[in-house]
Protein backbone atom coordinates (compact mmCIF):
# COMPACT_ATOMS: atom_id res chain seq x y z
CA UNK A 1 0.00 0.00 0.00
CA UNK A 2 2.98 2.42 0.88
CA UNK A 3 4.29 1.23 -2.30
CA UNK A 4 1.65 2.87 -4.34
CA UNK A 5 1.03 5.94 -2.47
CA UNK A 6 4.96 6.92 -3.21
CA UNK A 7 3.95 5.58 -6.69
CA UNK A 8 1.10 7.99 -6.88
CA UNK A 9 2.92 10.80 -5.08
CA UNK A 10 5.95 10.57 -7.42
CA UNK A 11 3.93 10.86 -10.61
CA UNK A 12 2.10 13.97 -9.04
CA UNK A 13 5.09 16.19 -7.98
CA UNK A 14 6.42 18.47 -11.06
CA UNK A 15 10.18 18.19 -11.91
CA UNK A 16 11.55 20.82 -10.50
CA UNK A 17 10.17 20.17 -7.22
CA UNK A 18 13.53 20.27 -4.57
CA UNK A 19 16.04 21.99 -6.80
CA UNK A 20 17.14 25.54 -6.14
CA UNK A 21 15.81 28.27 -9.14
CA UNK A 22 17.78 31.36 -9.94
CA UNK A 23 15.08 33.48 -7.17
CA UNK A 24 16.69 31.47 -4.21
CA UNK A 25 20.44 32.38 -5.28
CA UNK A 26 19.32 35.51 -6.46
CA UNK A 27 18.04 36.11 -2.64
CA UNK A 28 21.08 34.08 -1.12
CA UNK A 29 23.38 36.73 -2.69
CA UNK A 30 21.60 39.66 -1.62
CA UNK A 31 21.73 38.70 1.82
CA UNK A 32 25.11 37.78 1.62
CA UNK A 33 26.03 41.56 0.42
CA UNK A 34 24.28 42.84 3.06
CA UNK A 35 25.52 40.84 6.27
CA UNK A 36 29.05 42.31 4.23
CA UNK A 37 27.82 46.26 4.86
CA UNK A 38 26.60 45.56 8.20
CA UNK A 39 29.52 43.74 9.08
CA UNK A 40 31.85 46.86 7.97
CA UNK A 41 29.45 49.31 9.50
CA UNK A 42 29.62 47.81 12.62
CA UNK A 43 33.61 47.24 12.57
CA UNK A 44 33.67 51.15 12.02
CA UNK A 45 31.30 51.77 15.10
CA UNK A 46 33.07 49.51 17.72
CA UNK A 47 36.38 51.62 16.25
CA UNK A 48 35.37 54.65 17.78
CA UNK A 49 34.26 53.22 21.03
CA UNK A 50 36.48 54.55 24.02
CA UNK A 51 38.15 51.81 25.45
CA UNK A 52 36.84 52.51 29.17
CA UNK A 53 33.73 54.54 30.01
CA UNK A 54 35.25 55.84 33.14
CA UNK A 55 35.21 59.79 33.79
CA UNK A 56 37.96 61.52 33.05
CA UNK A 57 40.22 62.35 35.95
CA UNK A 58 38.59 65.19 37.98
CA UNK A 59 40.64 68.39 38.38
CA UNK A 60 40.20 69.32 42.48
CA UNK A 61 39.44 72.93 43.09
CA UNK A 62 41.77 74.22 45.90
CA UNK A 63 40.20 77.36 47.30
CA UNK A 64 43.22 80.46 47.46
CA UNK A 65 41.70 81.44 50.63
CA UNK A 66 39.07 80.36 53.43
CA UNK A 67 36.24 83.11 52.80
CA UNK A 68 36.21 80.83 49.36
CA UNK A 69 34.70 77.94 50.76
CA UNK A 70 31.71 79.80 52.05
CA UNK A 71 30.77 80.99 48.38
CA UNK A 72 27.71 79.87 46.97
CA UNK A 73 27.82 78.08 43.69
CA UNK A 74 25.92 78.66 40.93
CA UNK A 75 22.62 76.31 41.22
CA UNK A 76 23.25 75.26 44.41
CA UNK A 77 20.67 77.62 45.93
CA UNK A 78 18.32 75.91 43.46
CA UNK A 79 19.01 72.47 44.57
CA UNK A 80 18.80 73.16 48.38
CA UNK A 81 15.27 74.49 47.57
CA UNK A 82 14.34 71.07 45.71
CA UNK A 83 15.52 69.55 48.53
CA UNK A 84 13.21 70.97 50.74
CA UNK A 85 10.26 70.74 48.78
CA UNK A 86 7.57 68.28 49.23
CA UNK A 87 7.05 65.57 46.43
CA UNK A 88 5.22 67.09 43.63
CA UNK A 89 3.70 63.36 43.17
CA UNK A 90 1.25 62.17 45.88
CA UNK A 91 0.11 58.90 46.35
CA UNK A 92 -3.66 58.96 45.90
CA UNK A 93 -5.99 59.46 48.38
CA UNK A 94 -8.59 56.57 49.52
CA UNK A 95 -12.40 58.16 50.51
CA UNK A 96 -11.31 57.16 54.15
CA UNK A 97 -9.04 60.60 54.50
CA UNK A 98 -11.28 62.89 52.88
CA UNK A 99 -13.40 64.75 55.82
CA UNK A 100 -16.44 65.21 54.24
CA UNK A 101 -17.19 61.43 53.25
CA UNK A 102 -19.45 59.72 55.31
CA UNK A 103 -17.92 56.57 57.38
CA UNK A 104 -19.09 53.10 56.75
CA UNK A 105 -19.76 53.86 53.17
Known amino acids: MTVDLLAAAGEQLPE ?3 KSGPLGLLLTVVLLIAVVFLVRSMSKHLKRVPAS ?3 AERVE ?3 DDASELFEAK ?3 QLL ?3 RKAPLAIEPPRRDDDRPDSPRGS
Open 80 to 82: DDL
Open 74 to 76: PGE
Open 61 to 63: EIP
Open 16 to 18: DVG
Open 53 to 55: FDP
